[in-house]
């Protein structure tokens, strides 16, 4: 196993315009998550899966944003009508459901330019 | 809302010199991990803790999870110019489904 994909690495865009990000997480782990990623920050959850089902979304996420797992394996991640202020690296991490530890392994992520 | 902070914000040292980062927080946690991430890549998993007092060793790291588990700390021994990175800690409660990330430590070892 390769680990945690990402397409594309990287992405311009202009103001207004729909973009969509994949991800291919580790082929045995269940849980997906999307964080978004801005300099100087960490990581900001936006949203998870389990398996194919959404558990979970952030309030700071937009409606013009949505994710799906639609068969449990991949992801995507769709922003449509994009802003300048979406600019950022968006992160995808994978993990199993285990116990106590919430151990992510993070793709190489997808950096997006708005114009 | 839990939230992590980290110290310092940067540090900058010589290649041989010792260091050690927080993680702080007011909220347990049930586990939290370490990860270093590299300019235009995505973090890499370094350790995870659990148990409050845990002490782990990854090479010349050392990470310890404080007794109420609610604070961390990353010691390098010796730093070497590979060191140089961000390092972010994220902590996980029970049943939350998702970790909470702090904003990290950017640590560059100078030669």
């Known amino acids: 196993d390769t680990g945690v994909s990402q397409d594309p690495r990287h992405k311009i865009t202009k103001r207004g315009q729909n973009v969509t990000f994949r991800c291919d997480p580790i082929s045995e782990h269940n849980r997906l998550y999307w964080y978004r990623q801005t300099l100087g920050q960490g990581p900001e959850f936006l949203t998870y899966?389990?398996?194919?089902?959404?558990?979970?979304k952030s309030r700071l996420l937009s409606n013009r944003f949505s994710a799906e797992r639609p068969k449990g394996s991949f992801s995507t991640l769709e922003i449509q009508r994009t802003e300048q202020g979406d600019s950022a690296m968006y992160l995808c991490?994978?993990?199993?459901?285990?116990?106590?530890?919430?151990?992510?392994?993070f793709g190489p992520g997808t950096r997006l330019t708005v114009t | 809302t839990q939230l992590l902070e980290q110290s310092p914000q940067f540090l900058s040292i010589q290649e041989g010199e010792n260091l050690t980062v927080y993680c702080n927080s007011s909220?347990?946690?049930?586990?939290l991990q370490w990860y270093r991430q590299e300019p235009g890549e995505g973090p890499v998993l370094l350790v995870t803790v659990v148990t409050g007092g845990e002490v782990k060793k990854l090479k010349r790291l050392t990470f310890q999870f404080g007794d109420a588990r609610k604070d961390s700390s990353l010691h390098i021994t010796a730093a070497q110019p590979g060191d140089t990175g961000l390092y972010l800690c994220a902590g996980a409660q029970t049943n939350a489904g998702k970790s909470t990330f702090g904003d990290g430590t950017t640590l560059t070892v100078k030669p």
């Open positions: 899966f389990q398996n194919e089902a959404q558990l979970e």
């Open positions: 991490a994978s993990s199993l459901d285990a116990g106590l530890t919430y151990e992510q392994y």
């Open positions: 909220s347990v946690f049930s586990s």
